[in-house]
Every structure is written in C-alpha cells, then in structure tokens.
C-alpha cells in the first residue's frame, strides 16, 4: 500500500497564536487541559483533573448522584476562574457518558452552563468518532497496518462507556464501523456488582452486540482512556521499562493477556502500592483489565498501543481545516521546536534538501526520522556549549513526540548526539542502542555525523548550503557545492566529511561547480 509522501511543505505550519483550552465532563474525571503549540500538534500547558465519580450513579434511579455533581461543579468553578485569569481563548466544552446516561443529566448540563460554559453533550457515536479521530492525529500511520487483512481498530476505555472503532485503510477514508457500549468499569460495577467475575458474562453479551469486532483479526488495539494507560504503566514498571513514555507504549498480545491476569489477581490494597494507582482506580482498574483481556482475545489483535491522543484531541483535530489534518505531527513538533530554540530556523529546512541524495531509497519512516533530525539540528545550540549533545539528546527523549514510536524517538535521540560530536561517539546509557537495534543505530549514525558536516560547513547559515548536495555510490562519495562558497571548505568541514566516508567505507570526492 502506498502512503503519502512526506513533502517540505508540510514544514510550513500554522502557528496558534491564541491558547485553547478543552473541558472534559467524565465518566470518573472532570479535566481542563489548556493547550498552547502549533494548530496541528497542540501541547498541554497546563492539564488538571478532580476524580468526581459522575459515573458512579444512584443504582436505584440511575441519576447522577447529588454528592458527585457537587463535586464536578465545584471543579468547573475553579477551571472558570483559571480560564478567566489565563486570558481570553476559545474553550471547548463536552460531556460523554455518565451524562448524557443519566435520567437528570440534562438538569446537570443546565446547571454548568449558569457557570459560563456551553457544553456539548456527545452522543457514544460521536464519542467514538472523536476518539478514534485522536488516535488518527497522532499516529497517522494507523490506517497503514504492517499486514492490509489486519486493520487497527481503537479502543478507549472511559469511566462509564468503551468505545470501539475500527479504521479503514487509507487516509481518504479513515474510518469503517464503530459502536459504544457501555461497558466502562463504573457501568460494569453498576450492573453486575463489585466482583470482576460477575461482569465477565455481561461483558460477552455486550460484545456480541458488534459482530464485525470478530469478522477480521486486528493488527492493534490503539488504547484510550485513563485505565488502559494506567495498565501500561504497571507494565513498564514490572518491564523497568528505560523510557518513561507513555504514547505509542506496545505489548505484544501475549503479554497483555499476561498483564490483565496479573492486574485481576491483585488485592486493592497491592494494587494501591502501584506507583500512579490513585484509591478510585484502584477500585476499577480490575474490571478494566477484565474488559481488555475479553476485547483483545474477540479481535485477536498481535498488540496493544497507548495513544496519549483521545476524544479531546480529536476533537482539536476536527477544527482544522484539510491541509492543517494532512501535516505530520511528528514533523509539526520538530518544526515547533526548530521555530522557538534554533538560531536560523531554515538551516534545518536546507540540510533537509542537501541531504537527499546520500539517503536515497530509504523508507517511508527513515524519510521521517532524517527530516525531524535536520529540523532539530540546532535545538540545543542556546545550551552550553559542553552540555549540547546531553541536551539535545534529552529533548528528543523527552519531548511529547507523537508520530513516532518508541524505537525512532531512540534513534532520534542519537542522532542528535552524534550531531554534536566530531567523531562516531558511544552513546550515553539512558539511549538503549540494544533496543533500538542495529540498523536504526546505523542510520542515526549516518545522521548525526552528516549534520556535523554540514553545521561545520556552514555554521547556522542555510544560504552556506545553497546548490549543495550528496549523490553516494558504492565506491565513492561525491559532494557537490557552488564555486563561489569554496571558501566555506574549510579544514574542520573537510575533516568532518572525512569522518562520515570513513565511516561509510568509501573513498569521498569534493566537487566545486560554477
């Protein structure tokens, strides 16, 4: 299957000049998150929640429970008053299932809107749609599965309801069936009680009502929503996992499967030791475990994925018009970060093109790591001058990438490293080159060692690299520039080319033409 290529003018991105700002009324959690960044690759600023239980309804009217909208009103006051200090932005508002659930959710969405606000109550097809539309924002590669007859299909995983969507095949039709149930551990616990055992039949029945979950095994299961994420960070830590990144975390299916028993055997109490495990989800997190293990053996998925990307995302996502959807978050995020920390923010852009040449036939997700690189070749040049290579590599490590997964951050990460040294240098611990594995560890070589090239060649200047270019044979390596910067030639920028032969195992020429 073809994808689209990545092309430099998806560098040219929007900026949001403005903060924006998403209220998410839950099932479990009432949250503000106030977004600040780039119009396609939004980044939280500021991200609050209260645990307030709206889910957890009277069992005997199904209504909110007073206590509950208490509690979420209270919250919403704060978030007016934060939101009010903060300045002037838009600001989404949307309730989902407890909500919209309730026989007295509509008083409930009454009284948040004398606060100020003008919620919007999602439908569980429309909550489905914009979750999976936040899956789609972040990991464009989702309607790209490594096997056609596999699709990925999104599961997120509220208080009160699952959402389940699969997607399609191709970026121009992104998404095929999706269904809501309502089968959040609040629900499950509502109906059935608080023993895990008792909701696993209820569970199947719900299930069967969506008979395409089991038409087609699935590649993966790209999870949302509180609990699944709180599950992965279980596995990291069981794992001693080196990176402590969350979005595009991946287990197999067998270790999921694993990862569900081990979280239903736990006590409350052992589950309240976990690191991150807060009193209410502890509570629940064994229903959701119950609930994944039950969705994962339906649609025979080879892995489970966390996307830090959900329903406010997506709602994000469906703002922007066409051409903003069809920029690469990944590519958007090193922009942004080339934009705010780098000297010559077009120096990256040029080394972009000069660079084309000596990676010639590389893959659809090389062409992704090569180009981040020359965007955040610079990133770290306001650091001190000794420390550069440790910053620029943490910035990678650290950054809220989305776009790519785990190995390519690493790779990313070392690049930029090597960036900074004038020779093949072993990488600090904290970049696990055993996990990264020997061909990407080979590439962010290759990168880091020709950035360091070109930096040296013309030092934060893109007008140095002007005409410049690479063209690699298998015996030789041949770089081309213009007879009129012949001067820029200099004995560190022949010493740096020098390297990168040498490490090619190739004999390199040096061209000046007119």
């Not at 430099?8 to 479990?28: H, K, M, Q, W, Y």
């Not at 000069?354 to 690189?373: C, D, I, M």
Request: a neutral charge; one cysteine or more; glycine letters at 8%.
């Amino acid at each position: 299957m073809s994808r689209p290529d990545i092309t430099l003018s998806n560098e040219l991105i929007p900026f949001a000049r403005t903060r924006r700002a998403v209220i998410d009324i839950g099932s479990n959690s009432v949250r503000l998150v106030i977004y600040g960044g780039s119009l396609r690759t939004p980044l939280t600023i500021f991200n609050e929640k209260n645990l307030c239980g709206l889910g957890r309804r009277d069992p005997q009217t199904g209504n909110l429970r007073q206590d509950a909208m208490d509690a979420a009103l209270t919250t919403l006051t704060r978030f007016a008053k934060v939101l009010k200090t903060s300045g002037k932005m838009p600001v989404i508002t949307f309730a989902t299932a407890a909500t919209r659930d309730a026989p007295n959710g509509s008083d409930f969405i009454k009284q948040i809107k004398k606060l100020g606000f003008k919620p919007r109550l999602l439908s569980g097809d429309e909550e489905a749609h914009m979750a999976a539309s936040g899956v789609l924002s972040g990991t464009p590669e989702v309607v790209f599965p490594e096997d056609e007859t596999r699709p990925n299909i999104c599961g997120d995983m509220g208080g009160g309801s699952l959402e389940l969507s699969r997607f399609g095949l191709s970026p121009k039709d992104p998404f095929a069936e999706r269904i809501s149930l309502p089968l959040g551990p609040l629900s499950i616990i509502s109906a059935c009680g608080p023993k895990v055992a008792d909701g696993v039949s209820y569970v199947t029945q719900q299930l069967d009502s969506a008979p395409w979950l089991s038409e087609v095994e699935t590649d993966g299961l790209f999870a949302v929503g509180g609990a699944w994420r709180a599950m992965a960070r279980i596995h990291m830590g069981r794992e001693d996992y080196p990176l402590s990144v969350l979005h595009h975390y991946t287990i197999n299916y067998e270790d999921t499967i694993d990862l569900c028993d081990h979280i239903q055997c736990q006590s409350y109490d052992e589950l309240l030791q976990l690191k991150g495990i807060d009193p209410l989800r502890a509570e629940t997190i064994p229903h959701a475990a119950m609930v994944l293990k039950l969705v994962l053996q339906r649609i025979k998925a080879k892995r489970f994925v966390v996307s830090s990307c959900g329903v406010r995302e997506g709602i994000l996502y469906h703002e922007q018009p066409a051409h903003v959807q069809e920029i690469h978050p990944f590519l958007d995020l090193a922009r942004t970060y080339s934009n705010r920390m780098s000297p010559d923010t077009e120096f990256g852009h040029s080394c972009v093109q000069v660079t084309e040449g000596l990676f010639s036939g590389e893959s659809h997700y090389e062409k992704k790591l090569r180009h981040a690189a020359c965007l955040m070749v610079d990133v770290a040049s306001l650091g001190h001058p000794d420390m550069r290579a440790d910053q620029a590599c943490d910035i990678a490590l650290r950054c809220p990438f989305t776009g790519i997964d785990h190995l390519g951050r690493l790779a990313l990460a070392a690049a930029l490293y090597q960036r900074h040294r004038g020779r093949p240098a072993k990488l600090p611990g904290r970049v696990e080159e055993n996990l990264m594995g020997e061909g990407l560890a080979d590439l962010a070589m290759r990168l880091g060692l020709t950035l360091r090239f070109l930096s040296d060649l013309s030092p934060k200047a893109s007008k140095g690299l002007n005409k410049c270019s690479f063209v690699k044979r298998k015996d030789k390596l041949i770089f081309s520039m213009p007879n009129g910067n012949k001067e820029l030639f200099g004995a560190v920028a022949a010493k740096r080319l020098g390297t990168l032969a040498d490490y090619l195992g190739v004999p390199c020429d040096v061209q000046f033409k007119p």
